[in-house]
């Protein structure tokens, strides 16, 4: 704030003042100016394409007038009206097909994709022989007979048109799936690089920390049988959070699922085997890999927020491999009651980020968050 000296006026300030509402507001341009040339540059070869088409078209239109003696057609509103048409159906098709192919992938069902494209060419190509023929006599009223022809007469160049251009939309598609998983591999690199200088700056000589917790195991367990067996489980969920990854960042289904019944075998330690906990485990385990630390990621939360002590009311843990080898994983619990812990939600958030990494398109997860109960129910297609 400027202060006023003895002897100077407000106005005498002004000017300061002034200064800084300038440097305000071009900071607010720059900010808006460098976020309009990132829009530009997203969609600039969208636009050098389409520019570039439709310069060709109205080329090859002009010189094939001139040759047929109406080059004067070329400058008509008819003509600009059926090459905005052609414009708005070439780019609907190629769009079109191309987010078509985004939500029913050709590696799917064949004969949904199939049908897909079917009704995709049908809409389009009832679409423009719509406008082609009623709202353009609407519009201009008596046409010459250029403009005129019976929607058959054009039909054939309106299926080879809509064939070239779902050809453009199928390359388009390709083309994002290549940058969207480069961009998506990138992201797993930065993100296995941070995990790793992470992991790198939390193992403080971590044989010290396995060597301290067998010292004070063999020192406890003559003591106490339950501490002991917590601090051996303890070294081992330790073990297993750092270590036993492999090159792709997957773990054993088995070590995972290991490592929640460590976790429950803990907090059954801690109070006295009055939890209410409910683990079930069916199919088939072997050579299944997963995503490490997620599964008792939901567990940890219902562990936390929920009333885990009510028998008639367990902490239900489920988890299933199903014939085609897809993974179905459950966590209900009731809510605590009385004043409830804060909760940033980041681990879940965080849960959620790395599923969306690494299986793209081949999970679902939903949660079920009601007045009493919490629910998490993931699925992992071809574990």
Partial sequence: MDKLRVGQSKDQIRPKNQHHKHYVTDICF?????????????????????????????????????????????????????????MVLVMGVTYGYAYLLKIVPYSGSKTKWLLSSLALQLSVTAVFAFFRTYVNELLFGSLQAEYTKSFLDYFPWLLRTSMVFMIVGFGYRILMDYFEEQQRRQTLEKMALVAELSSLKN???????????????????????????????????MRYSLHDTDETGLVSLEKEVNHIKNFITIHQLRFGNKLAVEFTVEGNLTSKRILPLVLISFVENAFKHGKTTKAEEPVQIQLQITPDSSL??????????????????IGLNNVRRRLELVYPNSHQLTINDTKHYFEVNLVINHV
Avoid: C
């Fill in 30 to 86: 720059k900010k808006e100016f460098y976020s309009k040339m990132s829009q530009w540059r997203k969609y600039k070869y969208h636009i050098y394409f389409w520019t570039f088409w439709g310069a060709l078209l109205l080329l090859q239109d002009s010189i094939s007038n001139y040759f047929q003696g109406r080059f004067e057609q070329t400058f008509t509103w008819q003509y600009f009206y059926w090459f905005v048409l052609h």
């Fill in 203 to 237: 193992q403080i000589n971590p044989h010290f920390l396995y060597n301290t917790l067998s010292y004070l195991h063999a020192q406890a367990e003559p003591l106490s049988e339950s501490l002991g067996e917590a601090i051996l489980l303890l070294s081992d969920m």
């Fill in 328 to 345: 179905v994983f459950s966590v209900k619990n009731r809510k605590s009651e009385g004043p409830k812990e804060h909760s940033s939600g």
